[in-house]
């Protein structure tokens, strides 16, 4: 679910149904958890898709050590590594 919400043009954030010029409407997304959104999920995976979301680039990780997070490098418990 969406909270609609305007956006004047110098940034401010207004209730969608006051009527200001210049405005462009947008949607904020409902606050949510992922463990919410993806029950059941391993919290590695939480962890992993949590670490691919975040917002500030800065913050976030690169190609190179996001295929180094331990979802991606730990063996899954009871399947047959070595099989071809």
Do not use: N, W
């Amino acid at each position: 679910m969406c909270l609609p919400g305007v956006v004047s043009s110098q940034g401010q954030l207004f209730d969608a149904d006051e009527d200001r010029p210049g405005a462009v409407q947008l949607l904020r997304p409902k606050k949510s958890s992922l463990g919410h959104r993806l029950p059941g999920a391993p919290p590695v995976l939480i962890d992993f898709i949590s670490s691919l979301l975040t917002i500030d680039p800065d913050m976030r990780p690169d190609a190179t050590t996001a295929l180094q997070h331990p979802f991606l490098t730990t063996p899954l418990p009871g399947l047959d590594h070595d099989a071809p």
